[in-house]
């Protein structure tokens, strides 16, 4: 178990600002859906 956690660690750091664009990405797609809104990408 310490070791996958350890290897979670590591992943985050290195992936951290990929990983918390993806999640703002899917919560934003997630209210586009639930609103109506449309998402634009410049």
Not at 6 to 13: F, I, L, N, T, V
Not at 24 to 31: E, I, K, P, S, T
Request: aromatic share 8%; proline share 0%; charged share 25%.
């Amino acid at each position: 178990m310490t070791i996958i956690r350890a290897a979670g660690r590591d992943r985050c750091r290195r992936y951290g600002t990929e990983a918390f664009v993806c999640l703002q990405l899917r919560r934003a797609a997630r209210c586009s859906v639930e609103t109506g809104a449309v998402l634009a990408f410049c």
